[in-house]
Structures are given as structure tokens and as C-alpha cells.
């Protein structure tokens, strides 16, 4: 997810491609073949090029990785087996209730 504002700063061009801009909100869910700390470098990469939230949903432990800008890239907020997560201040109104993903 990009911002509006973000996304109206680029050029037409770059529009119609590949835009060559970070997501604002990166959402990344693991499967079993992954590799968490390749993941974990992602998240880092994502936060390290401007994203603000980041959500690593990783099913098999049925935990969640919370990713922010404003907190140190190497240590996200672990949340085991939530009911709810909220996008806060960056995106309000945005909730997930990852139990629905736990249950696919």
C-alpha cells in the first residue's frame, strides 16, 4: 500500500511501470518453504527504504511480526496468536483478524 500523496508525486511514466517507490505498508505472509530470516532481512530492507508498517504473518506459529519505522528495524513487536491487528495512526481503520488466515 502507497500513500496517495506518494503516489500523485510520481511522474506518469514511472506510473505505468514499475514505480520506484517503497510501499508504505508491506503485509508479507509466510509459507513453509520460507526462510525466516530471509523474511526477516525483507522486513529490515522494506523499513530500511521508507516503508512505515510492516506485518510478518507467520501461520505455522500463528504469530505476528509488527514492523515500524519508528521502532529499531532489528527488533519487531512479536505478538502471539492476536485476534486483531491494527494499523494505528499510519492507517487508520485498517484491522485484520489474522485468525481468519490461521484457519486457511
Known sequence: MVRLDR?????????????PICPDLVVELASPSDEL????????????????????????????????????ANSPLVLND???LEAGLEFPGLVIDPRRIWEV
Open 7 to 19: 503516489w500523485q508525486a510520481l511522474s506518469e511514466a514511472e506510473r505505468e511501470c514499475f514505480a
Open 82 to 84: 492476536p485476534s486483531r
Open 37 to 72: 530470516e530471509v523474511l526477516r532481512r525483507k522486513m529490515v530492507a522494506y523499513m530500511t527504504n521508507g516503508a512505515r508498517l510492516g506485518w510478518l504473518l507467520l501461520p505455522q506459529q500463528r504469530t505476528v511480526e509488527v514492523w515500524t519505522a519508528a521502532e529499531t
